[in-house]
């Protein structure tokens, strides 16, 4: 759980993971997204950090 937890903290996705929150189980929906992050290559999760952080400074994200 502490790898996930890393991993959304870095890309700011399910800010509920962040440390110092309050903790709960992740949907099915959320835990499929996870998987299928994990299964990406490293610049495939370069790029998603990018994208995310460019969606950010255009809109409310």
Known sequence: MAKVQGITEMLGIFPCLSVGRRRRRLSSDE??????YRELSESDRIAMRYLVDAMRSVSRF
């Open 31 to 36: 835990l499929k997204l996870v998987e299928r």
